[in-house]
């Protein structure tokens, strides 16, 4: 007998911060992002705390005051986590579990955390166990540092050391084995991709939550796992897709985030190879989301990071019917119209028009797909023709063929 687990959602308070840079807006759309992490994570988000800050504080990140008024909080409230939106240093987190007496989790820490849950294949698994070994090795060399202080470095060669440069001793042997096991995988997959000759190969990126894997779905009637949640998406998967006798091979693969933390990049980098041998992109935009241009950055830089930023690239903006312009108020001479207030024709206009390779698309309502696939058709058949020159005559236009 299955019995059902009520599974209880641990209760989380966010903490982020308003500063030169970072705008109140700004801060919010990080905490809302923060609170979908914690939610994708398993956790309900009781409270966010701000505070308007010149400089994080070096020993706590924010102010006393303020530290105060969050343990109280989580002492009435029996809250278990802290979730903080930037990155703690190893010093900082350890005073701050002192404070409040619970655990302490920045962004990274929680992205690492949800990958480790989401990985489903001992390949996923090996890369995120990776990752967090290598997040934790500099965390240890913290926590010697902190002892060294407390004791004075003479006289010091005690337990503490050994104790600690064993910790660092097993994870660093740790980080080699994972290493040549992902290794072995690699070239084992390395071998699979060279046995698909010379098939022109489209890879889907974007960042996460954005719809790659329903699109990939529809167009490859495929039935790739597909949430509303982050990171659904872990290990990549590779369709034969044909659009009007036109085969072609379609990836869909992890998604990226603002500030991915770079030691998933480095240890994801085999499940991006795909990404990376990719003859064309479809950039998927969720245009329905009001950070959108700043998820088109995130990516952008994370694809310089895998040396991919040159290559051809289609951009897709998703997610059509969810779009609503914030109304406006001619009559108003006060306020200034901004993008947020743009229709989708407007927006069209913009920066997006990119010599018509730009698609608008529903993937959930399937709006515009035939435009998608005309377009997908004509960047392949332009690619595929010089790799298979012979039976050019077999691609006519995409006008031109009958279903
Ligand atoms: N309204 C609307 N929702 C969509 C559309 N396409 C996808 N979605 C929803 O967006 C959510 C995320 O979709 P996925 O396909 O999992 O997104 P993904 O980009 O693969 O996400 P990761 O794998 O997590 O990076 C799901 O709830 C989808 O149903 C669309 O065209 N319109
Ligand atoms: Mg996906």
């Given at each position: 007998?299955?019995e059902?687990?009520?599974i209880?959602?641990?209760?989380?308070?966010?903490?982020?911060?308003?500063?030169?840079?970072?705008?109140?807006?700004?801060?919010?759309?990080?905490?809302d992002?923060?609170e979908?992490?914690t939610?994708?994570?398993?956790?309900?988000?009781?409270?966010?705390?701000?505070q308007?800050?010149?400089?994080?504080?070096p020993?706590?990140?924010?102010g006393?005051?303020?530290?105060?008024?969050?343990?109280?909080?989580i002492?009435?409230?029996?809250?278990?986590?802290?979730?903080?939106?930037?990155?703690?240093?190893p010093?900082?987190?350890?005073?701050?579990?002192?404070?409040?007496?619970?655990?302490v989790?920045?962004?990274t820490?929680l992205?690492?955390?949800?990958?480790?849950?989401?990985?489903?294949?001992?390949y996923?698994r090996?890369?995120?166990?990776?990752?967090?070994?290598?997040?934790?090795?500099p965390?240890?060399?913290?926590m010697?540092?902190?002892?060294?202080?407390q004791?004075g470095?003479?006289?010091?060669?005690?337990?503490?050391?050994?104790?600690?440069?064993?910790?660092?001793?097993?994870?660093?042997?740790?980080?080699?084995?994972?290493?040549?096991?992902?290794?072995?995988?690699?070239?084992?997959?390395?071998?699979?991709?060279?046995?698909r000759?010379k098939?022109?190969?489209?890879?889907?990126?974007?960042?996460?939550n954005?719809g790659?894997?329903?699109?990939m779905n529809?167009i490859?009637?495929?039935?790739v796992?597909?949430?509303?949640?982050?990171?659904?998406?872990?290990?990549?998967?590779?369709?034969?897709?044909v659009?009007?006798n036109?085969?072609?091979?379609?990836?869909?693969?992890?998604?990226?985030?603002?500030k991915?933390?770079?030691?998933?990049?480095?240890?994801?980098?085999?499940?991006?190879?795909?990404?990376?041998?990719?003859?064309?992109?479809?950039?998927?935009?969720?245009?329905?989301?009001?950070?959108?241009?700043e998820?088109?950055?995130?990516?952008?830089?994370?694809?310089?990071?895998?040396?991919?930023?040159?290559?051809?690239?289609?951009m897709?903006?998703n997610?059509?019917?969810?779009?609503h312009?914030?109304?406006?108020?001619?009559?108003?001479?006060?306020?200034?119209?901004?993008k947020?207030?743009?229709?989708?024709?407007e927006?069209?206009k913009?920066?997006m028009?990119?010599?018509?390779?730009?698609?608008?698309?529903s993937?959930?309502?399937?709006?515009?797909?035939?435009?998608?696939?005309?377009?997908?058709?004509?960047?392949?058949?332009?690619?595929?023709?010089t790799?298979?020159p012979?039976?050019?005559?077999?691609?006519?236009?995409?006008?031109?063929?009958?279903?």
């Amino acid at each position: 007998m299955i019995e059902k687990k009520n599974i209880a959602l641990e209760k989380v308070v966010l903490i982020g911060v308003i500063t030169k840079n970072q705008n109140e807006d700004k801060s919010k759309e990080y905490l809302d992002e923060l609170e979908f992490l914690t939610y994708t994570a398993g956790g309900k988000v009781l409270k966010r705390f701000t505070q308007k800050l010149e400089m994080p504080n070096p020993k706590t990140f924010i102010g006393s005051g303020k530290m105060n008024e969050v343990q109280h909080f989580i002492e009435e409230h029996d809250v278990g986590t802290a979730i903080f939106d930037d990155e703690l240093s190893p010093g900082q987190e350890r005073n701050i579990s002192k404070i409040l007496n619970c655990k302490v989790l920045d962004r990274t820490n929680l992205i690492l955390d949800i990958f480790a849950q989401r990985a489903k294949t001992s390949y996923a698994r090996t890369q995120v166990e990776l990752a967090q070994c290598q997040y934790l090795l500099p965390r240890l060399k913290g926590m010697w540092t902190h002892l060294e202080r407390q004791k004075g470095g003479i006289g010091m060669r005690g337990p503490g050391e050994t104790e600690i440069e064993t910790d660092r001793r097993i994870v660093r042997d740790k980080i080699a084995l994972l290493k040549a096991k992902i290794a072995k995988i690699d070239k084992q997959m390395a071998v699979q991709r060279g046995n698909r000759g010379k098939m022109v190969r489209v890879a889907l990126v974007g960042y996460t939550n954005v719809g790659k894997s329903t699109l990939m779905n529809v167009i490859s009637k495929s039935e790739v796992f597909a949430e509303n949640k982050l990171f659904a998406t872990l290990d990549t998967t590779v369709r034969k897709v044909v659009i009007k006798n036109l085969p072609f091979l379609m990836s869909d693969t992890v998604g990226f985030i603002r500030k991915l933390p770079t030691q998933l990049i480095d240890s994801f980098k085999s499940t991006l190879d795909e990404v990376r041998e990719a003859d064309l992109l479809l950039h998927v935009v969720d245009i329905s989301h009001p950070n959108f241009e700043e998820h088109i950055e995130s990516v952008q830089k994370t694809l310089g990071e895998i040396e991919c930023d040159d290559k051809p690239t289609l951009m897709v903006f998703n997610k059509i019917d969810a779009y609503h312009a914030e109304p406006y108020d001619d009559t108003d001479l006060i306020v200034e119209r901004t993008k947020a207030n743009y229709s989708l024709e407007e927006w069209r206009k913009t920066w997006m028009a990119n010599g018509g390779r730009t698609l608008f698309i529903s993937a959930l309502n399937k709006e515009n797909l035939d435009q998608f696939k005309k377009t997908v058709y004509k960047e392949v058949r332009k690619i595929h023709i010089t790799r298979f020159p012979y039976n050019q005559f077999l691609y006519p236009d995409y006008e031109d063929i009958s279903e």
